[in-house]
């Protein structure tokens, strides 16, 4: 049985420590010799990075398993570096605090770069609100298979990230090499949250509000906007959800 506050409280849901292939609501390992990226992007797919849930093949099942023809979607692994996986300031809307990039000199953090076909790019635009969706070059991708990338796509949260003291927090559940930010786990980051909006609430009945009011959800988002610190990594902006 679903529970919506365990679901908020697990983001971002388990990523693999391998590469992987998304296909039809189901995922196996990808071998590094299976895929050449050059033929990916001669068939039209483009990179995106993947900062948080995308990373999970649960994520990309909730988000393409309805799609009656989504195809395979290519998950390589890698580290991103001078970048860490911080927490946004905004809630989702099903009640975690996600994640979104943040420059981070002398961190080299594990991401997954996401080959997506048009379709699969349209339909992850849907699910990114409260993104932009960002061109990022000038920078440096170690894949696992010892490949290197130096221009990708990402999606930046539009309110910024969340603020802690005058700095951003990583994502405990996101391996990162050199982290410069203190890390914290997602029940953790709610539990921050809690104690800003809600002290004297239960972490679960706190989630729980925001989950079955909109209007307390969005006064949260809005507050943790107001003080949120804003990306210091160049991008040029294309869309806006």
């Known amino acids: 049985m679903f529970d919506p506050i365990l679901h908020a409280k697990s983001y971002p849901f388990s990523p693999p420590d391998h590469c992987f292939l998304y296909q039809g609501g189901d995922w196996e390992r990808l071998d590094h010799g299976r895929l050449d990226d050059g033929r990916l992007e001669a068939e039209g797919r483009v990179p995106v990075l993947a900062a948080g849930s995308n990373q999970s093949p649960a994520q990309l099942k909730r988000k393409y398993g309805n799609l009656a023809d989504a195809g395979i979607i290519p998950a390589r692994r890698g580290r991103l570096h001078d970048f860490d996986v911080v927490y946004a300031a905004h809630l989702t809307a099903y009640g975690s ?34 993104y932009t969706y960002d061109h ?38 996101i391996p990162a090499s050199g982290r410069r930010f203190e890390a914290f786990g997602q029940v953790e980051a709610l539990t921050l949250m809690r104690d800003r909006f809600a002290p004297s609430e239960e972490v679960d009945r706190f989630v729980r509000q925001h989950l ?15 003080d949120a610190l804003p990306a210091t990594f160049d991008r040029r902006t294309i869309a806006e959800f």
């Open 212 to 226: 079955d009011d909109r209007d307390v959800h969005q006064h949260r988002t809005r507050a943790m906007g107001e």
């Open 97 to 130: 605090v996600p994640a979104t990039f943040q420059h981070s000199p002398g961190t080299a953090v594990v991401v997954f770069v996401l080959w997506l076909d048009e379709p699969q790019l349209a339909r992850m635009h849907e699910t990114e609100g409260n």
């Open 136 to 173: 990022l070059t000038g920078i440096r991708v170690t894949l696992d298979s010892g490949a290197e990338m130096s221009r990708a796509f990402a999606y930046s949260s539009k309110s910024g990230c969340l603020n802690h003291g005058g700095s951003c927090i990583g994502l405990q559940e």
